[in-house]
């Protein structure tokens, strides 16, 4: 396995969409554990493959306490079940050191296929539905700060062109 780097705001390869994965081999297997590696490493508890300028549609997840409950989405497809919305302050990897409280559906219903390479579908709710809108976004080029105002947006991307600077 390997810690792959992470793409951090403003990069314009964040605003890459991502395409489907065709068939679950070894490769995407690997995409998957290096994901997992590189997203408890940070730490977080979620990453898209976007994140990691692989530009398909994979996610990892894990909101267990223990970290030891890693979910795997390819190819997600998500519904709305109701039209209740849930508020959470939400960071990202992409976006390190910044939370913005924003509103997504509460309750969804996700089809994706596993490691495997088998088809599921579940009911998420709570943290987990949030996270994974949170990474669906991601394979379409979408960040958190796209909900906020533009002048907080520009703000951000001030802050984070300052600290890459710094760190270059
Ligand atoms: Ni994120």
Redesign the pocket.
Known sequence: MAILSILEFPDPRLRTVAVPVTEVDARVRRLTDDMLETMYDAPGI?LAAT?VDVHERVIVIDISENKDQPKIFINPVIEALDETLGEYDEG???VPGFFETIRRPERIRVTAINRDGEVFSNELDGLLAICLQ??ID?LEGKL?VDYLSPLKRQRIRGKLEKAQRQRD
Do not use: A, K
């Open positions: 979620g994140q990202c990897l992409s949170h990474e991601h958190f």
